[in-house]
């Protein structure tokens, strides 16, 4: 198994998501330069959070046009799963592989503190591990992460069940208060109608051991590990029986 985690110039969250997988899972993961043109071989592909081309244009958006991105297009297409994390959100909705835009922050300021989410998917790779309504404590670190879709959109994308994650409190109720950054219908993360792409604001890579405040980020990681290695079984053909028998 190996897991790809892209590096643009100005990620900053590279590191930290291969040493969640890498050090505190025990999986293969590797770095992928953003001028890469292949994915071949990889299980997974990751965009993490930073400021990808110092985020000029917009969040993500020279990044959407970078060689691996273009790369991105026909592996997410042949149903490799694919996670953006902040950043990589951003990247993924400016791409098209997810609906919606994100615009800044509704106060008007850069937003970096713990926030929880409520689970509201679990049919895809990054969420298999977790129950709906489950609550996790996750932190943001963002300026532009105020998602939007219009009514219209918002309704087919709620009737197809592609949102992933909505901010909440403690208790898991959906309020204003709970909302960091004034994103519609406090939606933290959506999913392609496959599920196969994921992408969300809070980091899981800041919270991936109990020693930085939380580990509740390591169970979207747990959940990848486990459809990767799910598949894996999968794809292994059975034995046939007089084989079997010889043994």
């Given amino acids: 198994m190996t897991i790809g985690i892209v590096v643009f110039p100005g990620s900053n969250c590279d590191a930290d998501t291969v040493h969640a997988l890498r ?8 770095d992928v330069w953003h001028q890469e043109t292949s994915l071949d071989g990889l299980d997974a592909v990751i965009l ?3 400021f990808s081309y110092g985020d000029y244009l917009r969040a993500g958006a020279i990044a959407s046009t970078s060689p691996v991105v273009r790369a991105l297009r026909g592996y997410a297409a042949a149903g490799g799963p694919v996670l953006g994390i902040c950043n990589g959100f951003q990247t993924l909705v400016e791409t098209r592989l997810l609906p919606g835009a994100l615009l800044p922050n509704a106060a008007g300021e850069f937003r970096c503190r713990h926030v929880r989410v409520r689970v509201e998917r679990t049919d895809t790779p990054f969420t298999g591990a977790l129950r709906e309504g489950d609550v996790l404590r996750i932190p943001i670190a963002h300026g532009e ?9 918002r309704a087919r994308i709620t009737l197809a069940r592609q949102i992933a994650f909505r901010y909440c409190d403690a208790g898991g109720h959906v309020t204003p208060e709970a909302n960091p950054n004034g994103a519609i219908d406090n939606i933290a993360g959506v999913a392609s109608a496959s599920g196969t792409v ?3 604001m809070p980091h899981p890579e800041r919270a991936s051991e109990a020693i930085v405040g939380s580990a509740d980020g390591l169970r979207i990681f747990e959940s990848l590990v486990r459809w ?3 598949r894996e079984r999968a794809a292994v053909p059975s034995m046939p029986a007089a084989a079997s ?3």
């Fill in 23 to 30: 050090d505190v899972l025990g999986q293969d993961a590797r």
């Fill in 48 to 50: 993490p959070g930073g």
């Fill in 145 to 153: 992460g105020r998602y939007y879709v219009t009514d219209r959109e």
């Fill in 198 to 200: 994921l992408g969300l």
């Fill in 228 to 230: 990767i290695r799910t």
């Fill in 245 to 247: 028998e010889d043994r």
